[in-house]
């Protein structure tokens, strides 16, 4: 017989599960999303009841969605192929690692130049780069500054591998990073007693400050009106190591600025959140470092796993993405990229034990970073990191929030570009191509978008072969024969 | 649960999968734009009006999880919609006769609704800070859900009662004499 508190319980156990759903949807604790993608395991099964319509939409597809039969792929090896010539990732890596070069003479002087490509930022430690020489990590030793082009970006702060070439970059935006600087050009009575210094290092402005491109901050400065704009330079003459440090003598920092307090900073030339693809170690001359390996491409070590959609689309339009028949047991990671006929598709997003969650490159809030090669410039564009804002409804372009460092305003302006894949984040390869685009660049200044263009054929975007469909693996994972 | 019990599950699962992809297929296919129907909440929607006490719940379960299988949506996002609309059901049915196509309808495009603004809700909470001109962008592209709730209330119009008869489903909630 049941008692009068069980039965008032009773209609309370439905919302109190519809509350920890709506809770576990909102703040997913690490946890119990771990389980949940455990338990949904057996979900592939579910997926494999659609196969029907797979391939009835396979049948149905229209001669431009397919790929030609010269172009299809029968194993790893001509696919890889396939996106090796596609992604033109040689010569365009080159052509990145370049970009980093220093340009000025008297700044390659009595040093050796090592270049290097950010592979990732370590989780958790955003002014950290994870870097990768072009061979190993001989004559590379701890405090050593690392450039990017004619700018300063930081110091290597460890060495991780020493055979692979990988190292540590401390960059000039970490709260315990200081470098002397200073500024030259000043009007005479500022320079009376010799040249202004000061140390910078750190973000300025008040915590959580919204700007798309933090500023540096200054410490210490030797005189303290200062006129805003004008430039400043490395200066180490004064630390302890002088000799090692020194080597980044004469490279840029930035304008001398006001943050959001009215305190002094440096608005820096680089984007240092996500523009750094290449960046250079400077090594003393006559140090155990004379000369540096082409870049290998990072697309041809085989870590390609051929996979089969479940489906071709969400069932919410407003969503892009797809469903594919690998997961967790076949080697897939979260953040793994999707190609087909040399083009990205998308990001894993969710990986369960035999099945995974793909997002495509168009779905609303997914990020890339990005290197566009524009028709009417010789040198590539890095773009650094761009937000997917969805398909417009007017024209079916792909829309893509852009923070431009340094676009000022001006007259809007519309340049066609190719636009591929950049480096500095882990899982993705730099090289890979989007497709065509346009980078606009507005009146305003912030206002600045990158537009994917639908591909021509089918007027859609990422349009996938379904016998053409690859996810690159981890770092570890066995070359696929 | 006795055997012969779990069979009908067993097809609800089954129905609610190939609903779901029939959807994205769909979607994939572009042939509706962004009027396609909801059809997996339809079907919820469509027993959970016919069905006794806490079962009525149950469905939503099953289709939720079947949508998870065809969604990149967070599962528990999924299921917390689903499971909502059944509940509205279960509260206003017995104010209103849901089984008449006019009440059906009007719930299934009322709850297709909200199930829509929830999910968008939740993935606008995921975004990136983004300047107001490009959240303008993203919300113009993202286009709002009325019309998905306004092809579901038109396939509860024309099908939800043929969805409840689906074979092996009428075995959830017909009551034995």
Redesign the interface.
Known sequence: MRSMGTRARRPWIPLAVLALLAWCAWRPPARVAALAERALAPMRALSELGAPFELALRAASRPGDVAAAETSAEDALSAQRALLGSAQGDALRAELAALALPTRPELVQGRHCATAEVLERPRGRPDVLLVRLSSDARGIELGLPVVHGDVYVGRVSALVDFERGLLEVELVTAAEAFVGARIEGLPAPLAADGPVRMTVGGLSGARGARRAHPFLAVHNPSERELPVGVHLSVDETLTRDAERAGLANGYALGRLAQDERGTLAVEPLLDYRSGLFNVVVLCPQGSARTHEAPPQSPLADGRWLRVRPLTRADVDPARAGLKLAAGARNGVREGAVVWSRGRLIGRVARVYAWSCDVRAVHDAGLELTVVARVASEDRPRVLGRIVALGVERERGHALFHWDALGAAPGAAQELACELFTGAGEAGLPPGIPLGAGLLGIGAESGQCLVRLLPESASGRHAPLDARDLWLRLPEGAEPVP | MRRQGLFPWLLL??WG??L??????L????VL??W?P?L?LVLVLALAVRMQG?RA?VPAVCIG?????????????I??GY??AA?LALALRSAFDLQEPFFAAALAGACALAC?QW??W??A???????P??RA??D????G?L??ALASALAALCAGRALAHLPGLPALWKTRP
Do not use: K, N, T, Y
């Open positions: 699962l089954i999968c190939w779901l992809a029939l959807q994205a297929s979607v994939s296919a572009g734009g962004r396609v909801d997996g806490a719940l999880l079947a949508r998870c299988a065809f969604s990149i949506d967070a599962p528990a996002a299921l917390a499971f909502a509940l829509a999910l968008r939740l993935r909470h995921e975004l990136p800070s983004l300047p001109h490009a962008l993203l113009d592209a993202s286009a859900a019309p998905i």
